[in-house]
């Protein structure tokens, strides 16, 4: 599987920006989907997870109220939606996914998703 991720880039504090993640190898719809980001000296962070029909989401605490994930499996595409970026949103987000058709009900961790993209970098500015 590979994760092709696009849409980042450097906004205001405040803004917005949607990140895009195209996926290719597998049945889109035998994939759940999710994006960590990291930002530098910090540790690897989950912020949202989709399941393979988008039936069920999980979103951080972090980034609740202002990320929102979504998916259209006709394109293959997961997308997380941010409004109201913050200073502390700069880092590299990366799309990750693993083969389940479950739902998604708790936060999981980076090791359980197998396949990962390169990263878009985001950056906020004040």
């Known amino acids: 599987v590979e994760l092709v991720e696009s849409g980042g880039g450097l906004v205001q504090a405040g803004g917005s920006l949607r990140l895009s993640c195209a996926a290719s190898g597998r049945a889109f719809d035998d994939l759940e989907m999710a994006w960590f980001r990291q930002a530098p000296g910090k540790d690897r962070e989950f912020l949202s997870s989709?399941?393979?029909?988008?039936?069920?989401?999980v979103i951080a605490d972090s980034v609740k109220g202002r990320f929102t994930i979504s998916r259209n499996n006709t394109k293959s595409t997961v997308y997380l939606q941010m409004n109201g970026l913050k200073l502390e949103d700069t880092a590299i987000y990366y799309c990750?996914?693993?083969?389940?058709?479950?739902?998604?009900?708790?936060?999981?961790?980076?090791?359980?998703?197998?396949?990962w993209g390169q990263g878009t970098q985001v950056s906020v500015a004040s």
């Open positions: 989709i399941s393979y029909n988008g039936r069920s989401t």
């Open positions: 990750v996914s693993r083969i389940s058709r479950s739902g998604v009900y708790s936060i999981r961790k980076g090791i359980d998703y197998t396949y």
